[in-house]
């Protein structure tokens, strides 16, 4: 299994640009969530899905869209791309999001907004 | 809201020494507490999960607890090596959305 992936592993926008930070998974897991990392402030919730066709909104959402079509992917929208974006993305997901579960995070995408 | 708080934010121990990572979170209604090691520009690497009604975890040389009722997790390193180097974060999940909430980690230098 290749676990969580994601891609680009890094990328440059400017302000006002739009992107799509791709996930995957090949764990048949139901549930998966996007974070952001931020020097000085942790690991905080986007938005998360607990099934293909559901989605939610985590602790930061504004300025992000999510779908889920299928059990694999779970992209991320940038709409409108901002510097205050500027950030590491992770991906995680885990079987059904219970809790006695271990979630597995991806490799992370560094986005810089000029 | 689940705030979590992980102190000293950064640890430097000598290679071999024992040592042990505090973690500490305010809303004791858990359904779990990963530990999770970060390497610099990398992900997270899940090391161990304690479900709520587990007291510890172990898995080689590390061994985790948990106090729910009083808020408190411990991450413990038996004779810590210089490949252990590496920021250590505690997640709490909690809630219908499995939301992990993380502290800010403790970055951890073992010295040869």
């Known amino acids: 299994n290749a676990g969580v992936t994601q891609t680009p592993k890094f990328q440059v926008l400017k302000t006002g640009q739009s992107m799509t930070l791709q996930c995957a998974q090949d764990?048949?897991?139901?549930?998966m969530s996007w974070y952001r990392q931020d020097p000085g402030m942790g690991l905080r919730l986007i938005h998360y899905?607990?099934?293909?066709?559901?989605?939610d909104q985590g602790e930061v959402p504004n300025g992000y869209n999510v779908s889920r079509s299928t059990t694999e992917d779970f992209p991320l929208r940038l709409l409108s791309a901002a510097p205050s974006q500027t950030s590491v993305y992770f991906c995680?997901?885990?079987?059904?999001?219970?809790?006695?579960?271990?979630?597995?995070f991806g490799p992370g995408t560094r986005l810089l907004v000029l | 809201k689940q705030e979590v708080t992980q102190i000293p934010a950064a640890l430097s121990v000598p290679e071999g020494e024992n040592l042990v990572l505090n973690c500490s979170f305010t809303d004791s209604a858990i359904y779990n507490l990963q530990w999770f090691r970060q390497d610099p520009g990398k992900g997270l690497t899940s090391l161990l999960l304690i479900q709520s009604s587990q007291r510890e975890q172990t898995s080689g040389r590390l061994n985790a607890s948990l106090d729910k009722s009083s808020g408190r997790s411990t991450l413990y390193i038996a004779a810590s090596q210089p490949g252990d180097s590496a920021t250590y974060l505690c997640a709490p999940l909690t809630g219908a959305n499995s939301k992990l909430t993380f502290g800010k980690g403790i970055t951890l230098s073992v010295r040869p």
């Open positions: 899905s607990v099934g293909a066709g559901i989605t």
């Open positions: 995680a997901s885990s079987y059904t999001g219970g809790g006695q579960e271990t979630q597995y």
């Open positions: 764990m048949n897991h139901e549930y």
